[in-house]
T-cell receptor, first 106, second 118 residues
Framework: DAKTTQPPSMDCAEGRAANLPCNHS???????VYWYRQIHSQGPQYIIH???NNETNEMASLIITEDRKSSTLILPHATLRDTAVYYC???????FGAGTRLTVKP | EPEVTQTPSHQVTQMGQEVILRCVPI?????FYWYRQILGQKVEFLVS????????KSEIFDDQFSVERPDGSNFTLKIRSTKLEDSAMYFC????????????????FGSGTQLSVL
């Protein structure tokens, strides 16, 4: 089973930041945190990953707590096209949990 | 950007028939995966494959399933005798480096094959 816990759903207003939390309290010291998303029934799409430092790319920012037991994916200016299921994955086995269904509303 | 290609996009088969789902991973990638997603459910890991052998498999990946990299470019999933409950979207993914590397690498997913077993 997945080693992460995410809220099942969240809403966000278009243009606002979407902050998606993930708990991974059993993470090991050398395990990365990955975020993917799935729009409709398309193949999951990589967003960002990190080990211990905060990361930012053109899609999102990833904030990892100092104890590494949780992280937050931030979509700084959510658009309607960001409506998707967001998955947080920890470690090497690349197993998906239930994810968070983010709905961006106009 | 390089892509993982899956064929066919849709496959309809009769219960008990064999199906082969095909994937062309990104050319320099070394680690390959199959996942499935039953309608309305989460993406489930089936199997990972590295260096021409199965690296890890889930409890779903029973004796009716097999994987093969027959020619160095294709990566296939065979279901020997399909059942109604095998109806799902099947995703292939590839990864540049195997799990456990110090850098770790992201997965690239194909668009999936929708398998319908009648």
């Amino acid at each position: 089973d997945a080693k992460t816990t995410q809220p099942p759903s969240m809403d966000c207003a278009e243009g606002r930041a979407a902050n998606l939390p993930c708990n991974h309290s059993t993470i090991s010291g050398n395990e990365y945190v990955y975020w993917y998303r799935q729009i409709h029934s398309q193949g999951p799409q990589y967003i960002i990953h990190g080990l211990k430092n905060n990361e930012t790319n053109e899609m999102a920012s990833l904030i990892i707590t100092e104890d590494r037991k949780s992280s937050t994916l931030i979509l700084p200016h959510a658009t309607l096209r960001d409506t998707a299921v967001y998955y947080c994955i920890v470690g090497y086995d690349m197993r998906f949990g239930a994810g968070t269904r983010l709905t961006v509303k106009p | 950007e390089p892509e993982v290609t899956q064929t066919p996009s849709h496959q309809v088969t009769q219960m008990g028939q064999e199906v082969i789902l095909r994937c062309v991973p990104i050319s320099n990638h070394l680690y390959f995966y199959w996942y499935r997603q039953i309608l309305g459910q989460k993406v489930e890991f089936l199997v990972s494959f590295y260096n021409n052998e199965i690296s890890e498999k889930s409890e779903i990946f029973d004796d009716q399933f097999s994987v093969e990299r027959p020619d160095g470019s294709n990566f296939t999933l065979k279901i020997r005798s399909t059942k109604l409950e095998d109806s799902a979207m099947y995703f292939c993914a590839s990864q540049l480096l195997p799990g456990g590397s110090t850098t770790n690498e992201k997965l690239f997913f194909g668009s999936g094959t929708q398998l319908s077993v009648l």
